[in-house]
């Protein structure tokens, strides 16, 4: 079975930076892109980029450019998220996603399966 | 990036009627679209993909809708637990977008 689990809770300080990681099992890593969206509270769903676990090659959204990282370890079906310089407005609930619609490859993917969401809260 | 805008935001209705929400894209997306469900501190569930496709194990009374730039999420016979968030998310294009979300009650 395909499951995504994610680190736990985090609470950091403005300016500060996090990391969050994303292990994956029951696939193959490297062939499916690993995706991150947030969620503020109340509000609705902000994708934030995409890494391709084969080659690590990575697509971000424009509002966190410069600030966000993506990364991923093969050894252990890991992906990571970094995010710098932290805001009180960055304080969110963080998923990966492994989202439908193709592979690394192109192929087509109708499977999608979420992280069970990592809190993060920036206060002073 | 591709704007997808949702109405109503929210909608009341009572068990046994039938729920219509609307998704609207910025521009053409084929039918690049897909809804998703989300309950108070729930991970979004995937109920349809490519606008019309029902997701595994999701229920007949769940259809989906449209092309181009109109798409709709049709569900049918609601019960109390339809109650939930309703977001709609084009893959059309780079980055991915989700709209707003529609928040159905049911009473």
């Known amino acids: 079975q395909v499951h995504l689990v994610q680190s736990g809770a985090e609470v950091k300080k403005p300016g500060a930076s996090v990391k969050v990681s994303c292990r994956a099992s029951?696939?193959?890593?490297?062939?499916?892109?690993i995706h991150w969206v947030r969620q503020a509270p109340g509000q609705g769903l902000e994708w934030m980029g995409r890494i391709n676990p084969d080659n690590g090659a990575t697509n971000y959204a424009q509002n966190f450019l410069g600030r966000v990282t993506m990364t991923r370890d093969t050894s252990n079906s890991t992906a990571y998220l970094e995010l710098t310089s932290l805001k009180s407005d960055d304080t969110a609930v963080y998923y990966c996603a492994r989202l439908w619609g193709w592979t690394v490859a192109g192929s087509s993917d109708t499977l999608d399966v979420w992280g069970q969401g990592t809190v993060l809260t920036v206060s002073s | 990036e591709i704007m997808v805008t949702q109405s109503p935001a929210t909608l009341s209705l009572s068990p046994g009627e039938t729920a219509t929400l609307s998704c609207r894209a910025s521009?053409?997306?084929?039918?690049?679209l897909a809804w998703y469900q989300q309950k108070p501190g729930q991970a979004p569930r995937l109920l349809m993909f490519y606008a019309s496709n029902r997701a595994t194990g999701i229920p007949a009374k769940f259809s989906g809708s449209g092309s181009g730039t109109d798409f709709t999420l049709t569900i049918s016979s609601l019960e109390p637990e339809d109650s939930a968030v309703y977001y709609c998310q084009q893959r059309k294009r780079w980055p991915d977008t989700f709209g707003q979300g529609t928040r159905l009650e049911i009473k």
């Open positions: 521009q053409a997306i084929g039918t690049t």
């Open positions: 029951g696939y193959s890593f490297t062939a499916y892109y």
